[in-house]
């Protein structure tokens, strides 16, 4: 089913966002599982609530005005997103769906793959992105770090460049969905539940796995769930450090594409992320209506 925008995010910037959408009579999908604000801790400086409101709570609220106003609300977790011709593309753990317009509302990028010289390799065999520079890995071996469903798209996106893929865990617990394992069990992908510790090499060289040392000519980090800089990547977005570049309008400077919230960088206020959101909204309305 093809939407008029797909917001990627159910917090506070990607419901506000929706709200807008939605008012105005645009099909509006929402994609998205987690929140930092979905938990018990109490927000006494939000404007309007004098005694204090839960995060959990306000979140909920705003869901449901969302839906009110027409936006379909998905509990999924979004591990991929393209452009096409004339429109995107977005994979989930669950489905595929399209849209005209896309709003990426992930929240700020946090997470590391544990190995301790990452950033010494950034760019010398390890990547972030599959898409942007699996072509280099041709024939390769090539380790993915990261232990739910987003890694499981990255390793099997990489089959296309080398059958010698494996996964490793860091010993973190597991998400993967059924049809992720399905489909790795399918293509040979072998999942190990070991921490690489260290890289080795001027380049990616060798991985230090249980104090021994493998061969490997590659890396991709893809801990947790798709964030604000992977789908950056995969869209040609510009970055400012892993945050999202936008304009006054969280125009991203790609058509068709904004950004809003904690994913642009800011002073991570539940009121910027609102404020993030509306705009995003206007501003995917005005889009459209060109």
């Not at 009579?25 to 979905?38: A, P």
């Not at 890995?137 to 990255?154: L, P, Q, T, W």
């Not at 994913?263 to 995917?284: M, P, S, W």
Request: hydrophobic letters at 40%; charged letters at 25%.
């Amino acid at each position: 089913m093809k939407y008029d925008v797909i917001i990627i995010g159910a917090g506070p910037a990607g419901l506000t966002a929706s709200i807008y959408a939605s008012r105005a009579g645009l099909k509006t999908l929402v994609i998205g599982r987690e929140s930092k604000m979905n938990n018990p801790h109490e927000y006494d400086n939000y404007f309007g609530f004098p005694e204090g409101i839960v995060g959990k709570e306000l979140l909920e609220r705003g869901r449901a005005q969302a839906i009110k106003f027409g936006a379909e609300v998905k509990n999924e977790n979004a591990v991929a997103a393209s452009k096409k011709e004339k429109s995107f593309a977005v994979e989930t753990d669950k489905a595929s769906y399209e849209s005209r317009a896309l709003v990426i509302a992930t929240g700020a990028p946090v997470k590391s793959s544990g190995i301790k010289n990452e950033k010494d390799y950034s760019g010398k065999g390890l990547s972030y992105c599959v898409a942007c520079d699996g072509f280099f890995f041709k024939n390769k071996r090539v380790a993915v770090i990261g232990s739910g469903d987003f890694a499981a798209h990255e390793a099997i996106e990489l089959l296309n460049y080398t059958k010698d893929v494996v996964i490793f865990t860091q010993k973190e617990k597991t998400s993967f969905g059924a049809d992720s394992l399905k489909r790795l069990k399918a293509k040979g992908v072998v999942i190990r539940d070991e921490k690489v510790d260290e890289i080795k090499g001027k380049m990616v060289e060798k991985l230090i796995v249980n104090k021994k040392e493998e061969p490997f000519s590659g890396v991709f980090v893809a801990v947790g769930l798709a964030g604000s800089s992977d789908f950056a990547r995969k869209l040609g977005l510009t970055l400012e450090g892993n945050f999202i570049k936008v304009d006054a309008k969280m125009f991203t400077g790609v058509e068709g594409v904004f950004a809003a919230g904690d994913c642009r960088g800011g002073i991570f206020q539940v009121a910027q992320a609102i404020g993030d959101g509306a705009a995003a909204g206007l501003g995917v309305i005005s889009w459209l209506g060109k």
